[in-house]
């Protein structure tokens, strides 16, 4: 095995999580040096600015990258779970569905409240050549949907197209739910297959983000790592109300008893876990631990657990959001009033449920919020890139939330059921 292979099988095998820390600490510094050799002047900042455009190369490539495999994604993923979800015919199976289709609604509105309150604005590129038809009212946003959602989904797939993709993609997934067992494993083969792509292109995530985050810094200073820090503030803040505030009221208006007992040892048992694991997938089996430990109805745990780590998206919810409304704070001349805030809560909660199980996938979804307010696919995919840039954080919190609110809804349904 030559040097470079041993070399690409130790990066493969590495800890993404530091592997990106150090992206994000060598882009620093390199964007902070660039940054003061510009008040230099002469051939100093003209080297420095031959050096940052030359990296910023890697983080253009990883924005394509996600550009490119985005679209086939949420179709592939949309329809795949569509036509191979079994939702069982288990007492009690139809309250939990419902339980986690409110709670990920509920964190979308919870996330758009905190972006009103504290909007975060990014400094993207192009947004000042950015011509958009910004919608004025909720009336064109949904004319504005309607027309994307019968659009050709070969157009749609290409253009980045979301609202028309996700259409196709539930219509198509409707329609084969009754096809033959081989066709469905057709389906599960390709949408493995699609991840394994998605996957590839996070693994690259840190050369992607060291550009990115050098050319940022580059070219603004401190103002890029402002925006960074206050958009985490909002999301991790947005998760921790979800948490300890929506979820507990829910538990309370359903059983009537006091809900931290219970949300206290799924923080503990489960949130712990996924934070670090970053994925509701590989935190399965400590649920699965967990609810028994709970006593609770092993019939429904073995299928609920495994259904809310796909639908039940609270944090993705959240993550998509802000990030959206984050996009649209960038750009000075898009308003966005309650009835588009509810709009955008809905297509956020409906988005988080097909999002992928893969470390960062809510991320790929951002840009089918944004396409409801007229928003390019370029604009949207770098505040994807941004997400990717502070997901050490926001997605283990996301995980965190997404995981161990399974165990919470599926608790107080087993409880309730006589």
Known sequence: ?????????????????VQILIG????AIVGFWGHSQLGAGGESANFANSILNTISILGNLFVGALKAVAPILVFVLVATSIITKEFGETKGMGKIV????????????????????????????????????APQNVIDVLKDLI??????????????????????????GIALRSCSKETKNVFKDVSEGITKIVKFVIRLAPFGIFGLVAISIHETGF?????????????????????????????????????????????????????????SAANIPVN?????????????????????ATINMAGAAVTISVLALAAVNSLDHITVDFADALLLS??????????????????????????????????????????????????SVETALNSSSDVVFTAIASETIK
């Open 147 to 172: 027309f994307k959602i019968v659009q050709n989904p070969v157009v749609a797939i290409s253009t980045g197209n979301y609202i028309g993709i996700i259409a196709w993609a539930v219509g198509a």
């Open 223 to 279: 103002d890029a790592l402002a925006g960074y820090l206050k958009l985490i503030l909002v999301l991790v803040g947005s998760m921790l109300l979800v948490a300890f505030g929506v979820n507990p009221l829910i538990a309370f208006i359903i059983t009537k008893k006091n809900p931290y007992p219970l949300i206290m040892t799924t923080i503990k048992e489960s949130a712990v876990t996924a934070f670090f694991t970053r994925s």
């Open 346 to 395: 809905f297509i956020s909660a409906i988005g988080a449920c097909g999002a992928s199980g893969v470390a960062g996938g809510s991320l790929l979804l951002v840009p089918l919020a944004c396409a409801l307010f007229g928003i390019s696919d370029d604009i949207a995919m770098q505040v994807v890139a941004v997400g990717f840039i502070i997901g050490v954080i926001q997605d």
């Open 24 to 27: 994000i600490i060598l882009g």
């Open 288 to 308: 699965m631990a967990l609810c028994k430990k709970l006593g609770l109805k092993e019939e429904l745990y073995s299928i609920s657990i495994p259904l809310g």
């Open 1 to 17: 095995m030559s040097a470079f292979s041993k070399l690409a099988r130790r990066y493969a095998d590495g800890n993404l999580i």
């Open 98 to 133: 419902f339980l986690y289709l409110l709670a990920t609604f509920l964190a979308a509105v919870v996330a758009v409240c905190a972006s009103f309150m504290f909007p975060v604005e990014l400094v993207l590129k192009g947004v000042e050549t950015t011509q958009l038809s």
